[in-house]
Protein backbone atom coordinates (compact mmCIF):
# COMPACT_ATOMS: atom_id res chain seq x y z
CA UNK A 1 0.00 0.00 0.00
CA UNK A 2 1.63 3.36 -0.61
CA UNK A 3 1.16 6.25 1.54
CA UNK A 4 -1.55 8.11 -0.38
CA UNK A 5 -3.73 4.75 -0.15
CA UNK A 6 -2.58 4.68 3.28
CA UNK A 7 -4.12 8.00 4.54
CA UNK A 8 -6.97 7.43 2.43
CA UNK A 9 -7.47 4.20 4.42
CA UNK A 10 -6.67 5.78 7.95
CA UNK A 11 -9.30 8.34 6.98
CA UNK A 12 -6.68 11.43 6.83
CA UNK A 13 -6.30 11.97 2.80
CA UNK A 14 -5.98 15.60 3.51
CA UNK A 15 -2.61 15.18 5.24
CA UNK A 16 0.80 15.18 3.20
CA UNK A 17 2.42 13.00 5.80
CA UNK A 18 2.13 10.31 8.39
CA UNK A 19 3.01 13.06 11.40
CA UNK A 20 0.25 11.56 13.67
CA UNK A 21 -0.01 10.58 17.23
CA UNK A 22 -2.92 8.52 17.52
CA UNK A 23 -3.14 7.43 21.31
CA UNK A 24 -2.68 10.58 24.14
CA UNK A 25 -3.32 10.55 27.41
CA UNK A 26 -4.35 13.64 29.64
CA UNK A 27 -3.40 14.89 32.59
CA UNK A 28 -6.49 13.26 33.84
CA UNK A 29 -4.91 9.86 33.28
CA UNK A 30 -4.97 8.07 37.31
CA UNK A 31 -1.48 6.44 36.06
CA UNK A 32 0.35 9.14 34.01
CA UNK A 33 2.35 11.85 34.55
CA UNK A 34 0.48 14.77 35.43
CA UNK A 35 1.59 16.86 32.90
CA UNK A 36 -0.38 19.12 31.55
CA UNK A 37 -2.10 18.19 27.98
CA UNK A 38 -2.01 21.89 26.61
CA UNK A 39 2.39 21.27 27.01
CA UNK A 40 1.96 18.16 25.35
CA UNK A 41 -0.13 19.38 22.36
CA UNK A 42 2.56 22.46 22.22
CA UNK A 43 5.28 20.18 22.12
CA UNK A 44 3.26 18.25 19.08
CA UNK A 45 3.18 21.41 17.10
CA UNK A 46 6.78 22.68 17.57
CA UNK A 47 7.29 18.54 16.34
CA UNK A 48 5.08 19.43 13.51
CA UNK A 49 2.72 16.51 14.43
CA UNK A 50 0.03 17.35 12.17
CA UNK A 51 -2.77 15.61 14.28
CA UNK A 52 -3.13 14.15 17.91
CA UNK A 53 -5.56 11.54 18.99
CA UNK A 54 -7.02 12.39 22.83
CA UNK A 55 -7.71 8.69 23.75
CA UNK A 56 -8.32 8.73 27.84
CA UNK A 57 -9.13 5.59 29.58
CA UNK A 58 -12.47 4.93 29.66
CA UNK A 59 -14.44 4.39 32.87
CA UNK A 60 -14.17 0.19 33.83
CA UNK A 61 -17.89 -1.28 34.06
CA UNK A 62 -19.86 -0.71 37.34
CA UNK A 63 -19.66 -4.85 38.11
CA UNK A 64 -15.97 -5.54 36.65
CA UNK A 65 -14.35 -4.40 40.61
CA UNK A 66 -16.82 -7.76 41.65
CA UNK A 67 -14.36 -9.90 38.95
CA UNK A 68 -10.89 -8.88 39.29
CA UNK A 69 -8.88 -10.47 41.32
CA UNK A 70 -5.53 -8.36 40.98
CA UNK A 71 -3.93 -5.35 42.50
CA UNK A 72 -6.45 -2.89 43.78
CA UNK A 73 -3.91 -0.05 42.76
CA UNK A 74 -3.70 -1.69 39.26
CA UNK A 75 -7.75 -1.01 39.43
CA UNK A 76 -8.25 2.04 41.06
CA UNK A 77 -5.60 3.63 38.61
CA UNK A 78 -6.42 2.12 35.59
CA UNK A 79 -9.34 4.61 34.18
CA UNK A 80 -11.19 7.65 34.59
CA UNK A 81 -14.19 7.78 37.32
CA UNK A 82 -17.48 7.94 35.38
CA UNK A 83 -17.63 11.26 37.64
CA UNK A 84 -14.62 12.41 35.58
CA UNK A 85 -15.99 11.66 32.03
CA UNK A 86 -17.62 15.39 31.76
CA UNK A 87 -15.02 17.26 33.05
CA UNK A 88 -12.29 14.88 30.22
CA UNK A 89 -14.59 16.13 27.44
CA UNK A 90 -14.60 20.00 28.56
CA UNK A 91 -10.30 19.74 28.95
CA UNK A 92 -10.40 18.08 25.02
CA UNK A 93 -12.67 20.53 23.99
CA UNK A 94 -11.11 23.80 25.18
CA UNK A 95 -7.65 22.26 23.71
CA UNK A 96 -9.62 21.98 20.33
CA UNK A 97 -10.57 25.56 20.58
CA UNK A 98 -7.46 27.13 21.85
CA UNK A 99 -4.98 24.60 19.81
CA UNK A 100 -7.27 23.77 16.60
CA UNK A 101 -5.72 26.57 14.17
CA UNK A 102 -2.37 24.83 14.75
CA UNK A 103 -3.01 21.11 14.63
CA UNK A 104 -5.94 18.76 14.35
CA UNK A 105 -6.68 17.69 18.03
CA UNK A 106 -9.79 14.61 17.90
CA UNK A 107 -11.37 13.43 21.17
CA UNK A 108 -12.16 9.90 22.13
CA UNK A 109 -12.03 7.47 24.94
CA UNK A 110 -9.18 4.21 25.06
CA UNK A 111 -12.38 1.73 25.53
CA UNK A 112 -10.69 -1.94 27.13
CA UNK A 113 -12.57 -4.96 25.71
CA UNK A 114 -13.22 -7.52 28.82
CA UNK A 115 -15.31 -10.52 27.71
CA UNK A 116 -18.39 -10.47 29.53
CA UNK A 117 -19.14 -6.93 29.93
CA UNK A 118 -20.04 -6.13 26.21
CA UNK A 119 -23.33 -4.64 27.05
CA UNK A 120 -22.08 -2.47 29.50
CA UNK A 121 -19.29 -1.36 27.00
CA UNK A 122 -21.63 -0.74 24.31
CA UNK A 123 -23.94 1.29 26.92
CA UNK A 124 -21.02 3.46 27.35
CA UNK A 125 -19.91 3.87 23.66
CA UNK A 126 -23.65 4.95 22.98
CA UNK A 127 -23.90 7.63 25.55
CA UNK A 128 -20.62 9.06 24.65
CA UNK A 129 -19.46 7.89 21.33
CA UNK A 130 -21.72 10.71 19.42
CA UNK A 131 -19.01 12.95 21.66
CA UNK A 132 -16.18 11.63 20.46
CA UNK A 133 -14.40 11.54 17.08
CA UNK A 134 -11.85 8.46 18.16
CA UNK A 135 -11.86 6.18 20.00
CA UNK A 136 -9.61 2.72 20.39
CA UNK A 137 -10.19 -0.11 22.28
CA UNK A 138 -7.54 -2.16 24.12
CA UNK A 139 -7.14 -4.90 26.35
CA UNK A 140 -5.26 -4.60 29.97
CA UNK A 141 -7.83 -6.77 31.69
CA UNK A 142 -7.57 -10.66 30.86
CA UNK A 143 -8.89 -13.86 33.04
CA UNK A 144 -5.96 -15.36 34.90
CA UNK A 145 -5.75 -17.28 38.34
CA UNK A 146 -9.34 -18.61 39.83
CA UNK A 147 -11.15 -17.51 37.25
CA UNK A 148 -10.75 -13.42 38.46
CA UNK A 149 -9.28 -10.75 36.02
CA UNK A 150 -5.77 -9.13 35.94
CA UNK A 151 -4.52 -6.71 34.84
CA UNK A 152 -1.67 -7.45 31.96
CA UNK A 153 0.60 -4.00 32.39
CA UNK A 154 0.39 -2.78 35.66
CA UNK A 155 3.81 -4.65 36.91
CA UNK A 156 5.40 -8.08 36.38
CA UNK A 157 4.68 -8.79 39.97
CA UNK A 158 1.15 -8.48 39.35
CA UNK A 159 1.33 -10.47 35.69
CA UNK A 160 3.08 -13.60 37.57
CA UNK A 161 0.55 -13.18 40.30
CA UNK A 162 -2.52 -13.21 37.58
CA UNK A 163 -1.30 -15.42 34.97
CA UNK A 164 2.20 -17.96 36.04
CA UNK A 165 0.49 -20.64 37.29
CA UNK A 166 -1.06 -20.50 33.82
CA UNK A 167 2.05 -19.98 31.98
CA UNK A 168 3.98 -22.72 33.87
CA UNK A 169 1.26 -25.88 33.46
CA UNK A 170 1.02 -24.92 29.66
CA UNK A 171 4.81 -24.34 28.87
CA UNK A 172 5.04 -27.07 26.38
CA UNK A 173 2.35 -25.80 24.29
CA UNK A 174 3.63 -21.98 24.75
CA UNK A 175 7.03 -23.50 23.76
CA UNK A 176 5.74 -25.04 20.53
CA UNK A 177 3.80 -22.10 19.28
CA UNK A 178 7.03 -20.18 19.98
CA UNK A 179 8.79 -22.39 17.86
CA UNK A 180 6.21 -22.49 15.44
CA UNK A 181 5.90 -18.79 15.48
CA UNK A 182 9.67 -18.75 14.77
CA UNK A 183 9.74 -21.24 12.16
CA UNK A 184 6.99 -19.29 10.13
CA UNK A 185 8.97 -16.08 10.45
CA UNK A 186 12.19 -17.70 8.64
CA UNK A 187 10.12 -19.27 6.46
CA UNK A 188 8.42 -15.54 5.51
CA UNK A 189 11.96 -13.98 5.22
CA UNK A 190 13.08 -16.20 2.98
CA UNK A 191 11.55 -17.03 -0.18
CA UNK A 192 8.15 -19.38 0.98
CA UNK A 193 7.19 -21.69 -1.01
CA UNK A 194 4.04 -24.22 -0.54
CA UNK A 195 6.08 -27.49 -0.01
CA UNK A 196 8.02 -25.18 2.81
CA UNK A 197 4.87 -25.41 4.90
CA UNK A 198 3.93 -28.35 4.22
CA UNK A 199 7.57 -29.60 5.87
CA UNK A 200 7.11 -27.38 8.21
CA UNK A 201 3.71 -29.12 9.42
Known amino acids: MNMKDE ?30 TALMIEKAIELRIEKVCLTEH ?24 LNQVDSYLELGRQLQRAYGTHIDISLGFEVDYIPGFETDIQEFLDRYGPLTDDNILSVHFMEGVNNAFYCLDYSPKEFERGFGPWIQSNMSYITNITLLCAKLYALTSVNIRQNALVTLI
Open 58 to 81: APLPAGFAAEYGGDKKAYNTASLK
Open 7 to 36: RQFVGYSKYRSRLVDGHVHTELCPHGSGDR
